[in-house]
């Protein structure tokens, strides 16, 4: 059975989670109304990868008897300076997560909850990888530089990115 204390972190996180499809989604459309249609489509892939994020937590809870819990979720960030400025964001908005899920495998700790630290393992080292990815972009667009030519090279890249 999970504790009050860690369903109510993990519903928290379910909103964070969606939140953060809510922002992708946001930063797709933003991409989408300048003509980088690649990019749109990363990061169309990106808040799907939120969505499942969210179910993991949402099947953790049920198969550890708790109750989840579907929280409003904010409005996000309509407006970008450039595709550089958005993929910038979108690493901030990974480090953010990496907190999140830091604070709460130190929730499990507290809580002993053994089964939930495991379980938080799998987001430990999704966070490497999802912040790797963003400052990759960053690095790449960054290396181009703002109007440069090489955009559509990058943008024609990242449309390759399947829904895993
Ligand atoms: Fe669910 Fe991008 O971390």
Redesign the pocket.
């Known amino acids: 059975m999970i504790s009050k204390k860690i369903e109510d972190a993990f519903n928290d996180q379910i909103n964070a989670?969606l939140y953060?499809a809510y922002i992708y989604m946001a930063m797709s459309a933003y991409l989408e109304s300048v003509d980088l249609s690649g990019m749109a489509r990363w990061m169309t892939v990106q808040a799907q990868?939120?969505v499942d994020?969210a179910k993991k937590f949402a099947d953790h809870i049920v198969e550890r008897g708790g109750r989840v819990r579907y929280k409003a979720i904010d409005c996000p960030q309509e407006e970008w300076k450039s595709a550089l400025d958005v993929f910038k964001g979108a690493y901030d908005h990974?480090r953010y997560?990496t907190g999140r899920i830091n604070s709460l495998m130190d929730i499990a700790i507290e809580e002993k909850d053994y089964a939930s630290q495991v379980f938080l393992h799998w987001f430990i080292e999704?966070?490497v990888e999802?912040e790797a990815s963003a400052d990759a972009i960053v690095k790449k667009l960054e290396m181009i530089g703002e109007g440069g030519r090489g955009i559509y090279m990058v943008d024609k890249d990242l449309g390759k990115r399947e829904a895993d």
């Open positions: 989670e953060s990868e939120e994020h990974e997560v999704e966070q999802e």
